[in-house]
């Protein structure tokens, strides 16, 4: 792209994001790293937004030497782009998952916790959802994550995903700005970057280009899709609460217990979608595509057998025709019903 051609894209990506918001807003956030996707999007923001107040946020992560250095710069270019401030958020990054996971749960934190309320915006692009969705695919984890990222999904907003990269970078450069090169990007030991480096450059080979962008479609109309099976799993996992509740037996801090014969007359897709959602409504972490079908044995394979362990230390267990989650204690994973 040449003029200001990179630079109109993506201001118009975000007037056409804003638009399609699901709410009106006095002020947003934008993420901010000083790469070039989060640079170009904070100029597009101000430029765009300018009746509103926009702050740009940047996370240091503290996991390089002079990484508040970077911070530093990243949240003066911004304001130098037109943002009305900027702030650095230091995070200490450790736990489960790797690096990578942790760094990515300190990041979301604070900048959760930072815009107050407000949306934030995100920079990525459509080759970042293509990414996501080989991430996806090679994990086996189901349709949910082969959807990739929404581009409202708040407080997260993402006005980028339908641009690819090149015109972020070009974008920068058509503001005299010269982006920040994350040394982590180029790293090898990182599955992201090998994808990025090696797994779609040759799949755009073998399959003749447009790899990227036909990944993107895929997960939007895996989205679609989704969403339709989502809300008919709510509507499923609804009936079973109505069957079962009582408010004369059930205290109000109880967890609701589903009715396991109104479970098992559904399809297993709709199924382990109403448990997904009845066990998040609990307080259960963490769930994966094996959890919901030991949790969902206990309904389609019912053999009498003991209850079934998630993280955090939850147990479900089928009693009575119902299905309880509960806390698990020592040993107690033997419930059986032979109802």
């Not at 638009?19 to 006095?26: C, I, L, S, Y």
């Not at 926009?54 to 911070?71: E, K, M, W, Y």
């Not at 799949?203 to 479609?217: C, I, K, M």
């Not at 109104?262 to 094996?290: H, I, K, M, Q, Y």
Request: proline share 6%.
């Amino acid at each position: 792209m040449s003029g200001f051609h990179a630079v109109a894209a993506v201001r118009k990506a975000v007037r056409e994001f804003l638009r399609t918001a699901p709410e009106a807003v006095d002020s947003l956030c934008v993420a901010v790293s000083g790469g070039a996707d989060s640079l170009a999007l904070a100029e597009a923001t101000a430029y765009t937004c300018r009746d509103l107040r926009v702050t740009a946020l940047v996370v240091d992560h503290g996991l390089q030497d002079g990484s508040d250095a970077v911070a530093d710069k990243a949240a003066a270019t911004a304001r130098e782009l037109g943002v009305h401030d900027a702030r650095v958020l230091p995070v200490s990054v450790s736990g489960p998952g790797g690096p990578e996971a942790a760094a990515r749960r300190a990041r979301y934190a604070a900048l959760r916790e930072a815009s107050a309320g407000a949306p934030v915006l995100l920079g990525h692009t459509r080759d970042d959802q293509a990414e996501t969705v080989l991430l996806g695919l090679g994990r086996g984890s189901g349709p949910r994550s082969i959807a990739g990222m929404r581009p409202h999904d708040p407080p997260w907003g993402r006005p980028l995903l339908g641009l690819p990269r090149t015109t972020t970078r070009a974008a920068c450069d058509e503001l005299g700005i010269t982006p920040w090169q994350d040394p982590h990007n180029a790293d090898s030991r990182y599955r992201r970057v090998r994808i990025r480096d090696e797994a779609l450059p040759t799949l755009e080979d073998v399959l003749g280009g447009g790899v990227s962008g036909a990944l993107a479609r895929t997960a939007a109309q895996l989205r679609e899709d989704v969403d339709v099976l989502d809300d008919l799993g709510e509507e499923l996992l609804a009936a079973a609460l109505t069957e079962t509740r009582d408010a004369a037996e059930t205290s109000p801090d109880a967890v609701p217990e589903p009715a396991v014969p109104v479970l098992a007359a559904a399809p297993a897709a709709l199924r382990r979608r109403a448990l997904r959602s009845w066990l998040l409504g609990a307080g259960v972490r963490e769930l994966t595509d094996a959890h919901l079908r030991s949790v969902d044995a206990l309904i389609a394979d019912w053999r009498g057998q003991g209850g079934v362990w998630l993280a955090g230390d939850f147990e479900v267990r089928r009693a009575r025709g119902k299905l309880r989650v509960e806390p698990a204690a020592a040993g107690s994973i033997t419930t059986s019903d032979h109802r």
